[in-house]
């Protein structure tokens, strides 16, 4: 492009709309972290002092205890299985590469309720230990499914994937050189391994463990099922039982804090991910051959049938012997819930991906990129801490109208904001935009500054250029986006069970229901439902592995 092309500083401004728009999403992102921080400052620390003095180090500790063992175990599975899939040939391979990532599509509370009917006292494998040894149940012991430990085993299995995914990409990319040099050097298979190819795999490891972590502590329906005292059940308790809400915002600031130090070291491990290697093509593979091809497909193949293939064929089984009815009214009712506010927060976060994008794109300034750090602050925040952030403002917001309007009026307004979609529609945007914005921005990135330059050459404006340049080459960006948003806010559990409006149930929380019951086989129908859903992204990210790998 020549000088004459170039694009004057009056071409780069962006409309003031665009800046009005960006402006309003930011401030809607930073609204709950301010009413969480405002409502446990004004709140008395009189209920507070007594958590801190009977549950309060419980939560804390069995969080942290969670995130140790979750992020251990994830770093195992992860990293291992990384490294056979794409530094060795073994039988099955090809088809264990891409479906390691199938795990993802379960969430944590839907594998609890699969194997807690299959391990739990009542359950086929207690029972079938039993018939054929013939003792009581005091006559042995078995692990307890319902413990930190069952809630750890539950989540590693749903959460490895983020440490794989990571962890394959940068074994790819630093290829076998480092592992062939400390083999030539006199080191066995494992410590070759662990001293020369993971350490330099280390920052995208780093990065995905702390994905991991970011997750459970956001995790609810897993703890709560299992009965783990963490930050998130406290502050559905403070809030649901104690009636208490300083207490929850407390409580949800103690958990914002800790979200936030963990938000700060992934984005700083991910940005060291880059000079884990120096892309140095791939080596070819070591083929594995007898005792060893057989540990090596079982290392791969157990995390999927543990992860997968188990809670499908438990969960199937179960619903098979339920007296639930997917095509009944009621069912009919929690997937048209579900769809409608799945389908209604894509939008809404797709199109303020797209508002910050673009006004990063025209206007790249402290500004533009402030909004976008405070976008995506999301993705490390629990539902639940956003929820009680919204809840406690709009519900101060509701109450102070409708005491204006009953005084001025004799009008009785009601709750406006509090206990409507709309509220619960600001919830997901904020929680999901930091994916939404991912997307469009890889999709963004491959539409270069002369193709914006040529449009406003033939009298495009920004407007303009979006509408009829971006939108258009970005379709894919936009459709993958939207839909990872959309699987998302099918498996979201705490914001929804917090903030969905009355008799507004979803197939999430209908299953949380019903397994609070303890009628995991009726739990069992909308758990299916909402893996099936959760397979489609999955099934995308596996055909872009195959084709890649």
């Known amino acids: 492009m020549t000088d004459a092309a170039a694009p004057s500083a009056e071409d780069r401004r962006a409309p003031r709309l665009l800046w009005a728009l960006a402006a309003l999403v930011a401030g809607a992102c930073l609204l709950p972290y301010a009413g969480v921080i405002l409502a446990a400052a004004a709140g008395d ?51 264990l590469e891409p479906a390691l990532v199938i795990p993802l599509a379960f969430p944590g509370y839907v594998l609890a309720y699969a194997y807690t009917h299959l391990l739990d006292h009542p359950g086929a494998v207690q029972a079938l230990l039993r018939d054929l040894t013939g003792w009581g149940p005091r006559d042995y012991w078995f692990p307890e499914i319902r413990s930190l430990g069952g809630a750890a085993l539950m989540l590693t299995l749903t959460l490895f994937p983020y440490v794989y995914l990571l962890a394959r990409a940068a074994f790819l990319l630093q290829g076998r050189g480092p592992y062939d040099v400390a083999r030539s050097l006199g080191r066995g298979p494992v410590r070759a391994f662990l001293q020369a190819a993971l ?70 491990s991910r940005g060291a991910a880059r000079y884990a290697g120096r892309g140095r093509p791939e080596a070819g593979r070591m083929r594995l051959s007898g005792l060893s091809a057989a540990a090596a497909t079982a290392a791969c193949a157990a995390p999927v049938l543990l992860g997968a293939a188990v809670p499908a064929l438990v969960l199937a089984t179960m619903a098979a012997g339920s007296e639930q009815d997917l095509l009944s009214r009621r069912y009919v009712a929690f997937a048209t819930n579900t769809v409608k506010l799945a389908a209604v927060a894509a939008l809404v976060t797709v199109g303020a991906a797209v508002l910050l994008g673009t006004l990063r794109r025209v206007a790249p300034s402290r500004a533009s990129n402030a909004a976008l750090t405070v976008a995506r602050l999301g993705y490390a925040v629990p539902g639940g801490v956003i929820a009680v952030g919204l809840l406690v403002p709009f519900a101060a917001f509701d109450n102070a109208v409708d005491a204006v309007m009953e005084a001025r009026f004799g009008i009785d307004t009601g709750l406006l904001v509090t206990g409507s979609i709309w509220l619960l529609v600001g919830a997901y945007m904020v929680r999901f935009l930091a994916a939404a914005i991912g997307a469009y921005e890889g999709g963004l990135a491959t539409v270069t500054a002369n193709v914006d330059a040529a449009a406003r050459v033939l009298g495009q404006g920004v407007w303009g250029t979006v509408r ?45 229901r019903l397994a609070a019951d303890e009628r995991l086989e009726g739990a069992a129908v909308p758990s299916l439902v909402i893996a099936a859903v959760g397979l489609v992204p999955v099934l995308l990210l596996m055909r872009r592995m195959r084709t890649s790998g």
Not at 83 to 90: E, I, M
Not at 237 to 259: M, N, Y
């Open 45 to 95: 620390l009189g209920t507070l002092r007594g958590l801190a003095g009977t549950v309060l180090p419980g939560y804390a500790g069995a969080t942290l205890a969670l995130v140790a063992l979750v992020g251990a175990g994830t770093f195992a599975i992860g990293a291992t299985t990384a490294w056979l899939v794409t530094a060795t040939d073994f039988p099955g391979r090809r088809l």
């Open 199 to 268: 350490p330099m795999a280390r920052p995208a490891v780093a990065a995905g463990v702390l994905l991991v972590a970011m997750e459970v502590i956001a995790d609810f329906g897993t703890v709560a099922f299992f009965g783990v005292q963490t930050f998130a059940t406290g502050i559905y308790t403070a809030w649901f039982t104690l009636f208490d809400r300083a207490a929850a915002a407390q409580l949800a600031l103690g958990l914002l804090a800790f979200a936030l130090v963990l938000a700060v070291l992934e984005r700083t």
């Open 468 to 512: 009829r340049v971006h939108l258009p080459v970005l379709r894919p960006a936009l459709v993958t986006a939207g839909l990872i948003v959309f699987v998302d806010v099918v498996k979201e559990l705490p914001a929804t069970l917090i903030l969905r409006p009355f008799d507004f149930d979803t197939l999430a929380v209908q299953a949380y």
